[in-house]
């Protein structure tokens, strides 16, 4: 039996290795990732990973993927991961954020996905909250 933190560790070794069919095989046939952030970007199956990571692989030559911290409880891991690397014309590729795994038989089922592009706008906190809440004074 493979668990949660296996499984994921399996992810990223194929990640890391670029080996887009080991990335998928990490994933159930009928796989579900919900964007709570991006509702639009949710999808089923895992055919929508293999090509989301075609694209990635083929954008990000050396793209990396670290697995910053983990918690496990039961079949269901949290994880906290930063993506890096170098895109096609020269950029850094930044990313980080969480991902929440439903993992059985060994291979991930479910996911909820929280990544995002660091922002390297220098905003500090509350002109952040003022552009979220618009200039409100109080």
């Known amino acids: ?27 159930a046939a009928d796989y579900s990732l919900e964007s709570p952030i991006h509702p639009a970007r949710s999808f089923h199956g895992r055919e929508q990973v293999r090509r989301n990571w ?23 891991i949290w994880t906290e991961q930063e993506m890096s690397g170098t895109r096609a ?23 909820r996905m929280f990544l995002e592009p660091v922002d390297g706008a220098n905003v500090d906190a509350d002109a952040a909250i003022r552009a979220i809440v618009g200039n409100v004074r109080s």
């Open 54 to 76: 075609t694209q990635l692989f083929d954008a990000i030559r050396d793209i990396k993927v670290a697995l910053v911290r983990s918690a496990v409880d039961g079949d269901t």
């Open 89 to 111: 014309d020269g950029t850094r590729h930044l990313m980080r954020g969480v991902f929440i795994f439903g993992v059985n038989d060994g291979v991930i089922r479910w996911g």
């Open 1 to 27: 039996m493979t668990t949660p933190l296996a499984a994921v560790e399996r992810l990223i070794a194929a990640t890391n290795q670029h080996d887009l069919d080991g990335v998928v095989a990490c994933f």
